[in-house]
């Protein structure tokens, strides 16, 4: 396997199950991130891990909880779902940044998508 | 929050037309990013700006920086059918050594050969 990885592709559940969105990265890197894509709006960053500890929670909802067991490794636990949480779930890599003013390319896998009934 | 005003949202043009999609914002960012997005795919990096007033190429596409810091645009010439997919532009900014992107609506680009 090469880049990052997610599974599973696609998944529908309903809103009383509990599901884990799984990320790999192939590539060495050290930070890793969840972003939400839904329909007709900007993708949405939802966590940031550096160094598998969490420097970012966008803001978002309990329902959903990340879990970073190594800089490898990125999961989402879903619980108790809504139907607008129905979306395409990105998971991204980079190495992380020790300064400002540069860039780290962010490389993203091709997304879980995410359908609760 | 930070916001990024992307237009247009779609473009239906012709093999072998210039497209050109620009990027507004309100807050000043680090570093300015052009993302495509394939279907099924995630978006790949296609250029990255770091100063402003650059203006950067890659093969068929230009981008440049804003000298304010808060607009970017991106054009590509001659256009080719897998030049069609979904185009992104991203913010850059830095929290706790890790850095965050903000991206933009997309443009999607449809192409009639």
């Known amino acids: 396997e090469t880049g990052v990885t997610q599974t599973p592709r696609h998944l529908v559940m309903g809103m009383t199950n509990k599901k884990s969105l799984k990320c790999e990265q192939h590539l060495g890197h050290n930070a890793m991130y969840w972003y939400k894509q839904s329909a007709k709006k900007p993708l949405e960053l939802m966590f940031v891990?550096?160094?598998?500890?969490?420097?970012e929670n966008n803001s978002v909802p309990s329902r959903f909880s990340p879990e970073c067991p190594n800089s490898s490794h990125l999961f989402l636990h879903l619980h108790t779902l809504q139907p607008e949480d129905s979306a395409l779930y990105l998971c991204?890599?980079?190495?992380?940044?020790?300064?400002?003013?540069?860039?780290?390319?962010?490389?993203f896998g091709p997304g879980t998508r995410l359908t609760v009934l | 929050g930070q916001q990024l005003n992307q237009s247009p949202q779609s473009m239906f043009i012709q093999e072998g037309e210039d497209v050109s999609m620009n990027c507004t914002s309100s807050?000043?960012?680090?570093?300015w990013l052009w993302y495509k997005q394939d279907p099924g795919e995630g978006p790949v990096l296609l250029i990255a700006l770091y100063k402003a007033g650059e203006l950067t190429s890659n093969g068929r596409l230009t981008a440049q920086f804003g000298i304010t810091r808060k607009d970017s645009f991106l054009n590509i010439s001659a256009s080719i059918p897998s030049d069609v997919g979904i185009y992104f532009c991203a913010g850059q900014f830095i929290i706790q050594g890790a850095q965050k992107l903000v991206f933009g609506q997309g443009t999607r680009l449809t192409i009639n050969p």
């Open positions: 891990y550096s160094l598998e500890e969490r420097v």
């Open positions: 807050s000043i960012f680090n570093t």
């Open positions: 991204a890599s980079s190495q992380d940044l020790l300064f400002a003013g540069s860039y780290n390319e962010q490389f």
